[in-house]
């Protein structure tokens, strides 16, 4: 039901690499928003983008970036990877209204090792 | 600063009884506290949610109690079933524009058959 996709599953990278990850989100949905979720943890919010504007960030520095798309689809942009990169990427998309319960629904998620 | 904590990581209970999780958080400004349950390879899945102007929010099995005066809420699970089993999530948000989900660390629940 909620037809949020993410690509790749799982990806592999260096210290010091770039990494891209990809988010489709639910049709008509015109928010979307990444977490990062360590082993163990919960997830925490990265940012939020709202028709293609960045709307909130939270604590991450500014080598973790973002972009959205009119057709739906998002992507999560890292440079410089460290080691402590390493976790679940979450994407979550929602159709903001003026109430703050709209649901998020979030995809299955990219799960990034740093090496 | 962990806003949000949920201070069991697990929970194991019989199929049938009531699962009781717990968590607290420090925000007296969050207005709104969510639940999501998340299963093996994939993403969270929100399960119930209660706004801070009530105490009490009920969708079939699933129960959501919040005390304000001690900044904790509860999610009860009556019965419980084996398909229950999952990591729970509580989270919670504040009014501001960036509806940004601040999320504990989990509580993992076990149904035992």
């Known amino acids: 039901e909620t037809g949020v996709t993410q690509s790749p599953t799982h990806l592999i990278k260096t210290r010091g690499q770039q990494v891209t990850l990809r988010c489709s989100s639910q049709?008509?949905?015109?928010?979307v928003s990444w977490y990062q979720q360590a082993l163990g943890q919960g997830p925490q919010f990265i940012f939020q983008?709202?028709?293609?504007?960045?709307?909130g960030r939270g604590n991450f520095p500014p080598r973790f970036s973002g972009l959205q798309f009119p057709n739906y689809s998002s992507e999560l942009n890292v440079n410089a990877l460290e080691l402590d990169d390493s976790a679940l990427y979450l994407c979550a998309s929602s159709l903001k209204t003026s109430a703050t319960t709209d649901t998020q629904y979030f995809g299955p998620g990219t799960r990034l090792t740093v090496l | 600063d962990q806003q949000v904590k949920q201070n069991s990581p697990s929970l194991s209970v019989q199929e049938g009884r009531i699962s009781i999780l717990n968590c607290d958080y420090t925000n007296s400004m969050f207005d709104y506290f969510l639940w999501y349950k998340k299963y093996p390879a994939e993403g969270p899945t929100f399960l119930i949610s209660?706004?801070?102007?009530?105490d009490k929010n009920e969708d079939g099995r699933f129960t959501v109690f919040l005390n304000k005066s001690a900044k904790h809420l509860s999610l009860h699970i009556v019965p419980s079933q084996p398909g229950d089993s999952a990591v729970y999530f509580c989270a919670a948000i504040t009014m501001d524009s960036s509806y940004k989900l601040i999320f504990g660390s989990g509580t993992r629940l076990l149904v035992r058959p």
């Open positions: 209660i706004s801070s102007i009530k």
């Open positions: 049709s008509g949905h015109n928010t």
């Open positions: 983008y709202y028709r293609e504007e960045e709307n």
